[in-house]
């Protein structure tokens, strides 16, 4: 048995992860939901890295633990493609370029401004109904082909749409899991396809282990000894572990620990809120911004790299520490019925996301609903690139806003 990540025989090089990660940092719009659809666009259906079955029960592990799902998802691939090595360069390549933009934004004025700025940021949440549809609809014809799942990814569907609390999600994929067990348990048991992480127990125990004594140690060290900067990764660390239910989440928890102490003001915080949106990549880049502009120390750069470690590190951590145990847990027949019940719940979730809040948010005319619908039909009738879809959605926002 291995007793650490590495030594590992990688699939891939670090260097070809990096640049798949670097370009969908770059281009990934639309938030948690519309990355994951653009991870099983581009690892599932066009490099075929993994299988849908690998990537739908990583989606599922990802979605049940705390922390940022898409960007676990992402740092899950990257380890599969290229060891440790290939997971840090994966999260990297998708954090950074939302991460430098928002400090930049820190930095300097308004970035968008006036009929069309405001156009581009709407086209980008066009895009993002688009994105998550065609994520939603793979995903249920393959993860819900009889009666029993597709009930169950209903069932989750209307528990969400009537309350989307994080305690509901994670409710909805604990009795998706017991669901499954009930009525899959006549499903094949075929385990091939799936994923295999080189992550050792022993490395998931200490990585479990160092995300509790991070988690109860930093706020009694912080009690006892002066450490500049120490308060800031506290708060951060904390957010980023408690948070269920994905990037949006955890803006409550961080406007508590930044607004309330006034490390920054009501006004920064919303503005820096808004420009997340904006920026590809992972909404928890939003940490980034939020230490550039703290008043307490550090601040600027240094706060920024902070806030990243900070907010990041909690969910990368119980990640590696559930990946050797879910391996082992997934291979016997109960775990496999309760897999395929979490499946279909994440479909069922998925599917009231898509409603509320990308279609709530962004869908408000005839004209709205025009161009996500054509976002939809480029995806999955000419399967256009999704960078070019993010042109003409931006493109058809701006003019939508200039008539």
């Not at 390549?93 to 581009?120: C, M």
């Not at 898509?354 to 962004?362: G, I």
Request: proline share 6%; with cysteine.
């Amino acid at each position: 048995m291995r007793d650490a990540i590495a030594p590992y025989q990688a699939k891939g090089s670090v260097f070809e992860v990096w640049q798949v990660f670097l370009r969908l940092g770059l281009t990934s719009f639309g938030g948690p939901l519309a990355h994951l659809g653009y991870f099983r666009r581009e690892f599932v259906l066009q490099r075929k890295w993994l299988s849908e079955e690998a990537y739908s029960d990583l989606l599922g592990l990802c979605q049940f633990l705390p922390g940022p799902a898409s960007s676990q998802v992402g740092f899950s691939i990257g380890l599969l493609r290229a060891g440790l090595p290939g997971a840090l360069a994966a999260w990297a390549g998708f954090t950074l370029p939302s991460a430098i933009l928002l400090v930049l934004f820190a930095i300097w004025a308004d970035a968008l401004t006036g009929p069309a700025g405001q156009g581009v940021l709407h086209g980008l949440k066009l895009v993002a109904v688009a994105i998550v549809a065609q994520a939603v609809w793979g995903m249920a014809r393959r993860l819900c082909p009889d009666k029993p799942r597709a009930a169950i990814a209903v069932a989750a569907a209307l528990v969400i749409l009537f309350s989307a609390s994080a305690l509901a999600q994670l409710s909805v994929i604990v009795l998706g899991a017991l669901a499954g067990v009930w009525i899959c348990r006549a499903e094949p048991a075929a385990v091939s396809g799936h994923a295999v992480f080189p992550v050792s127990r022993r490395t998931g125990v200490l990585a479990l282990g160092a995300f509790f004594l991070l988690l109860f140690g930093l706020p009694v060290l912080h009690s006892v000894i002066f450490l500049p900067g120490l308060a800031m990764f506290n708060a951060f660390y904390r957010s980023g572990a408690l948070v269920f239910g994905g990037g949006h989440v955890v803006l409550p928890l961080l406007r508590g620990a930044f607004v309330t102490p006034g490390w920054v003001s009501d006004s920064s915080f919303l503005a820096g809120y808004g420009a997340a949106q904006a920026v590809p990549g992972p909404l928890f880049s939003f940490a980034a911004y939020l230490g550039a502009v703290a008043r307490a120390v550090p601040h600027g750069v240094a706060g920024a790299v902070l806030g990243l470690a900070g907010i990041f590190l909690p969910g990368l951590l119980i990640l590696i520490g559930a990946l050797p145990f879910w391996h082992e847990l997934r291979v016997r027949p109960g775990a496999r019925a309760a897999m395929q019940g979490v499946n279909a719940a994440v479909v069922g979730l998925l599917g009231a996301a898509l409603y509320n809040p990308v279609w709530t948010s962004a869908v408000k005319t005839p004209g709205d609903f025009g161009i996500a619908l054509l976002g939809f039909a480029l995806l999955t009738v000419w399967e256009v690139p999704p960078l070019l879809v993010v042109a003409v959605s931006a493109a058809g926002g701006v003019a939508l806003a200039l008539v």
